[in-house]
Nanobody, 127 residues
Framework: QLQLVESGGGLVQAGGSLRLSCAAS????????MGWFRQAPGKERATVAT????????FYVDSVKGRFTISRDNAKNTMYLQMNSLQPEDTAVYFC????????????????????WGQGTQVTVSS
């Protein structure tokens, strides 16, 4: 079992920044591809950004490219999402998740393939 705990959400004005963290415990962190996903009210959970176990490859949904940066520190068992130039449409509950895939050289972008999930952290961007 891999436990994931998100932190760093909050309320920010449009144009502002937040950094989310996802702390992992219980398994070898580098064996897991990781991802950030978000769910807005009335909408399905959607992929935001994903990263391989080594951090060598990442993916971003088009709407966040150039504004968000996903990263990980395997020595600290932690993944991050730096969010800049936030917009009201970024408002959602953000979840981190883990995908057991030590062999992947590209991240998995399908949330259905992710095995472990955090509890989520709310991000609210006011206009």
């Amino acid at each position: 079992q891999l436990q994931l705990v998100e932190s760093g959400g909050g309320l920010v004005q449009a144009g502002g920044s937040l950094r989310l963290s996802c702390a992992a415990s219980g398994r070898t962190f580098s064996d897991y591809g990781m991802g950030w996903f978000r769910q807005a009210p009335g909408k399905e959970r959607a992929t935001v950004a994903t990263i391989t176990g080594t951090g060598s490859a990442s993916f971003y949904v088009d709407s966040v490219k150039g504004r968000f940066t996903i990263s990980r520190d395997n020595a600290k068992n932690t993944m991050y999402l730096q969010m800049n130039s936030l917009q009201p449409e970024d408002t959602a509950v953000y979840f981190c998740a883990a995908d057991y895939a030590p062999w992947n050289n590209q991240p998995n972008n399908d949330p259905r393939k992710y095995d472990f999930w955090g509890q989520g952290t709310q991000v609210t961007v006011s206009s």
